[in-house]
């Protein structure tokens, strides 16, 4: 049984991450979802993760990256919301 009280997250090259506790260095989750969401994590065991959204409007993140912690804390995202 999964432990829903934990948010583990799993990159499309099989690595997976704890982010129960981690902080968020920056995001942009604005409903409608969409390619300009995204958020920027780092574990406690200093895992730096980017959550990103491949274009679902229901879905807030729909996959996840481990990237250095120059990239995390320089990140600038390429796509602002284009509302409908």
């Not at 895992?47 to 409007?57: A, I, L, M, Q």
């Amino acid at each position: 049984m999964t432990d829903k009280k934990k948010f583990i997250i799993k990159t499309p090259d099989g690595r997976t991450a704890d982010l129960t506790n981690a902080t968020t260095l920056r995001s942009n989750n604005l409903y409608p979802f969409g390619r300009h969401n995204y958020s920027i994590y780092e574990s406690p065991e200093g895992v730096f993760v980017r959550g990103y959204n491949s274009g679902e409007r229901e879905i807030m993140l729909t996959g996840f990256e481990i990237i250095d912690e120059a990239t995390a804390r320089g990140y600038t995202h390429t796509y602002t919301r284009e509302d409908e």
